[in-house]
C-alpha cells in the first residue's frame, strides 16, 4: 500500500507496520479515524463518536473573517501579523459581529472558514497553512475547509494583466467566458484555477453559478454563464471535472454550485438579498423543469462535493403549479435552505444528489425568509430537518449546540449531517496533510503562461454587434492621417458596495485607470495618434460601462436597463463627441442586459464585453484580431419588452431565457438595430476576409 504524505506542525507522528500516521487526538494510538487506509465514511463515524457537542456544532458553523494583512493599524493580531484577532461589530455590508480567529476555531469549534481576500499567494498560502496548524492542535485536530469564491474573473475596468489588481490569473467574467462559446478553452480556464486553488492551499471553491438568466434586471446575471440552460450545462460538465474530478482526492477543489433550484426566476428582477426580492416566481407551465433545472442535473452527473440553494422562497402565489418535476403545488412557503420538499425530495430524492447542502451567507439572520417567526434555535431545527449540512454566515454556535442538546433534532440526523460534512475532509487528504508549500504557489500563480491563456479568452469574448460600412476593422489605411480620441464612461459604486469590496481587497479607483488609459493607449497601440479633445479627432474610441442596481438593497424602482446618466454614463457627451467626430466606435460592458436604444444609433462600430481587458476589445477593433465572440444573454428592444404593469406582472415572463421570451409575449423582446440585426442569444458577427 502506497505512503499517504503526512505533514503535522502541531501533532505527533506514529508509525504502525512501516506506515505513518497522524496522532490526531494525542493518545499514541492509531485511531480509525487516524487511519487513512479506511473508508472515509468509517473514519467519519468514529470521529463522530469521539466529539463532543461543542465540536458538533461548530461542523455547521461557516463564516467569513478577514486575514492579519486586512487589519487596520493598531488591531490586534497573532501568529507574527498572520491572523486577525480583530473583535468588533461591523453595518455593513450587512450588521455582523466579527469574532477573533482563535474564538472562531478554539471556542466555537468552527471548521468551514471563507477567505475573501485578494492576497499574494506568499501572504494567501501562509494564511491557509497557520489556519490549519492552529486546527491540527485542537483536541480532535479537525482540519479546516478553507473556502473562497471565485478569483479568476475580472470584475472592473482594467486595460490588462499588468493593470489588474488581481493576484490570481484573470479571465474574463463568467459571461465573458460563455461569450468565447469555446469550451476548450474553459476546460484551461478550469484547469489554471484548479492549480492556483491548490497550491495556494484554498481546498473548497463557492463556484460557479449555474442559475440560468432569465429576469433581465437579475443584478446577479453578471455571475451567471449566460441565458441557455444546455449551454450551461455543458459548461457544468466541464468545469466540474476540472476543478474537483468525478470524485474528491487529495488533487481536488471540492466545488459548490449554485443556486438551486436557480436564482434566475426573479419577481422583475429583486433579488433575495433584500425582503422585496424574497419570492421565486415561476409564471410559466414548465420553466423550472425546461430552463432552470437542467444545469443542476449536468452538474450532479459529477457529483460535486456540495450545492447551494438560494435565499428564497418558491411562490405559490405567483407560479403556475404543479411545476415538474413535483406532483404538486410547492408545500411550504419558506426558503430553500430550510424547505424540505426541494432539498430533500428534488434535490437528493429525484436528481439523485449525493453531496452535501452548504446555505448561502445569512439565512439564519437577515435573509431568514419564510421562518422570520422562528426563533433562533427554532430556525436551526428546521434548517437541519430539512437536510441543510453547513450554514453560511453565522456564528451562532450555541443555537446549534442547544438543537443537538437538548433533542430538539434526533441525534441519527445530526450524525448524519456531520458525516456527509466529515467525508469530503478525509477525502480532500486534509487529515494527513493540509498544507502547501509557498514557494511553489508563487511559482504557478499568475505565471506569464497563464496569463496568455486568459488573454486569448478576454480576445474571445468580444462581440462584435454593429459594423456600418464596414467601418471596422481600423485598420492601418483607415487610420492614415486620422486623430482618434479615447474615453472611459466608467463605474461608480455606493458607499456600501465600496466597503464591500474594500474588505476583499478591491479598492481600484476606476477614475484612476481612465487618466492612465491614454499613456496605456499609446505604449500598446503606437499606429493610433491620439488627441485630448474629441473636437480634434477624426474617430473616437468609447468604453461604455453602465451600472444598475445593487447587491444588498432595492432599487426605489424598478431596476434600470437604459444606458444614460442614471446608470452612469455621460450620454449628453457621447452624444456631443458624436457630433464632432466622423466616425464613433463604441463598446459596452454587459453586467447586465442593458437596452441599447440610446446607444446604437451613435455608433458606427459596436461592440460588447463582460468584464474583458480593455487592451483585448481594442485588439477586436484594430483587426489584431478576428471577433468570434456571442451574445450569452438576449437585448431588450425597450422598455415596454421589460414594463411591468399594475399588478405587478411583466410583458417578458421573468422565468423564460430571452431567446424564448416572444413565445409567450403580445408585444417584441429582442433588440434590433439599424442593420436589421437581432441581438439575441447566440448573435455576433465577425470579419469578413
Not at 500516521?21 to 472515509?40: A, H, Q, T
Not at 484551461?188 to 471553491?205: Q, S
Not at 465572440?629 to 415572463?653: F, Q, R, W, Y
Request: with cysteine; aromatic share 8%.
Amino acid at each position: 500500500m502506497l505512503q499517504k504524505t503526512i505533514q503535522a506542525r502541531s501533532k505527533a507522528i506514529i508509525e504502525i507496520d512501516g506506515l505513518k500516521f497522524k496522532d490526531l487526538n494525542g493518545d499514541g494510538k492509531l485511531n480509525p479515524y487516524e487511519d487513512w487506509r479506511l473508508p472515509s465514511a468509517e473514519r467519519a463515524k468514529d470521529l463522530i463518536g469521539r466529539m463532543n457537542s461543542r465540536e458538533k456544532a461548530g461542523m455547521f458553523i461557516l463564516t467569513d473573517k478577514p486575514m492579519g494583512i486586512s487589519v487596520e493599524k493598531g488591531e490586534p493580531t497573532s501568529h507574527n501579523g498572520i491572523i486577525s484577532e480583530v473583535d468588533k461589530d461591523h453595518e455593513v455590508p450587512v450588521p455582523k459581529h466579527e469574532y477573533p480567529t482563535s474564538t472562531l476555531l478554539n471556542d466555537f469549534q468552527l471548521r468551514h472558514l471563507i477567505v475573501r481576500e485578494n492576497a499574494k499567494p506568499e501572504d494567501m498560502t501562509t494564511y491557509t497553512n497557520t489556519i490549519q496548524e492552529i486546527a491540527e492542535a485542537s483536541r480532535l485536530g479537525i482540519p479546516v475547509a478553507i473556502i473562497s469564491n471565485s478569483k479568476n474573473e475580472n470584475e472592473d475596468a482594467t486595460f490588462n494583466a499588468e493593470q489588474s489588481i488581481r493576484e490570481f490569473t484573470t479571465f474574463p467574467g463568467t459571461l465573458g467566458l460563455a461569450a468565447m462559446d469555446d469550451l476548450a478553452l474553459i476546460e484551461k480556464f478550469a484547469e489554471i484555477g484548479h492549480e492556483e486553488f491548490l497550491a495556494n492551499n484554498i481546498r473548497k471553491g463557492y463556484m460557479y453559478m449555474v442559475d440560468t438568466a432569465t429576469d433581465p434586471r437579475w443584478f446577479r446575471t453578471s455571475g451567471t454563464f449566460g441565458e441557455n440552460p444546455d449551454a450551461i450545462s455543458e459548461i457544468a460538465e466541464v468545469i466540474i471535472p476540472a476543478f474537483q474530478g468525478d470524485q474528491l482526492n487529495e488533487a481536488s477543489i471540492a466545488m459548490t454550485i449554485k443556486h438551486f433550484p436557480g436564482g434566475g426566476a426573479r419577481e422583475n428582477g429583486f433579488d433575495p438579498h433584500y425582503a422585496e426580492g424574497k419570492f421565486n416566481v415561476y409564471p410559466t407551465a414548465g420553466s423550472l423543469e425546461k430552463y432552470h433545472l437542467p444545469p443542476f442535473k449536468a452538474a450532479i452527473k459529477h457529483n460535486p462535493a456540495a450545492i447551494m440553494p438560494y435565499y428564497a422562497i418558491p411562490s405559490e402565489d405567483k407560479s403556475v403549479t404543479p411545476q415538474a418535476p413535483l406532483k404538486g403545488g410547492f408545500d411550504e412557503g419558506v426558503a430553500f435552505a430550510y424547505n424540505k420538499q426541494f432539498i430533500q425530495e428534488l434535490l437528493r430524492d429525484e436528481l439523485g444528489f449525493k453531496g452535501y447542502i452548504n446555505s448561502d451567507t445569512g439565512v439564519l439572520g437577515s435573509m431568514a425568509w419564510g421562518v422570520e417567526d422562528l426563533s433562533l434555535t427554532e430556525r436551526v431545527v428546521k434548517i437541519m430537518e430539512a437536510g441543510t449540512n453547513v450554514v453560511s454566515g453565522t456564528t451562532d454556535v450555541d443555537a446549534f449546540q442547544e438543537a443537538i442538546e437538548s433533542g430538539m433534532v434526533d441525534e441519527g440526523r445530526v450524525n448524519q449531517l456531520i458525516s456527509q460534512l466529515l467525508e469530503p475532509l478525509f477525502d480532500l487528504g486534509l487529515f494527513e496533510n493540509p498544507y502547501r508549500d509557498v514557494d511553489h504557489a508563487k511559482a504557478v500563480t499568475n505565471t506569464p503562461e497563464k496569463q496568455a491563456i486568459a488573454y486569448e479568452a478576454h480576445q474571445k469574448s468580444v462581440v462584435l454587434l454593429k459594423n456600418e460600412n464596414n467601418v471596422l476593422p481600423l485598420t492601418a489605411d483607415k487610420l492614415a492621417g486620422k486623430k482618434v480620441y479615447v474615453e472611459l464612461f466608467t463605474k461608480l459604486y455606493s458607499e456600501k458596495e465600496m466597503e464591500t469590496r474594500r474588505r476583499v481587497g478591491n479598492t481600484q479607483n476606476t477614475d484612476e485607470i481612465n487618466t492612465a488609459l491614454p499613456k496605456l493607449i499609446s505604449e500598446t497601440f503606437p499606429e493610433l495618434n491620439l488627441v485630448d479633445d474629441y473636437n480634434e479627432a477624426d474617430i473616437a474610441i468609447l468604453f461604455v460601462e453602465p451600472i444598475s442596481g445593487s447587491y444588498f438593497e432595492a432599487t426605489p424602482t424598478y431596476l434600470d436597463l437604459q444606458i444614460h446618466s442614471e446608470t452612469n454614463v455621460n450620454l449628453d457627451k457621447i452624444k456631443a463627441i458624436k457630433a464632432a467626430v466622423d466616425q464613433t466606435i463604441i463598446n459596452v460592458n454587459f453586467d447586465l442586459p442593458f437596452i441599447l436604444e440610446n446607444i446604437e444609433p451613435l455608433a458606427n462600430g459596436l461592440t460588447a464585453s463582460f468584464n474583458t481587458f480593455l487592451q483585448a476589445i481594442l485588439d477586436i477593433i484594430l483587426g489584431k484580431f478576428n471577433p468570434t465572440g456571442k451574445l450569452p444573454l438576449t437585448l431588450p428592444k425597450n422598455d415596454a419588452a421589460v414594463e411591468v404593469d399594475e399588478h405587478g406582472i411583466c410583458a417578458s415572463p421573468n422565468d423564460v431565457p430571452g431567446y424564448d421570451k416572444e413565445l409567450y409575449m403580445d408585444r417584441p423582446y429582442t433588440y434590433e438595430d439599424s442593420q436589421g440585426n437581432k441581438y439575441t442569444y447566440g448573435f455576433g458577427l465577425n470579419y469578413e476576409r
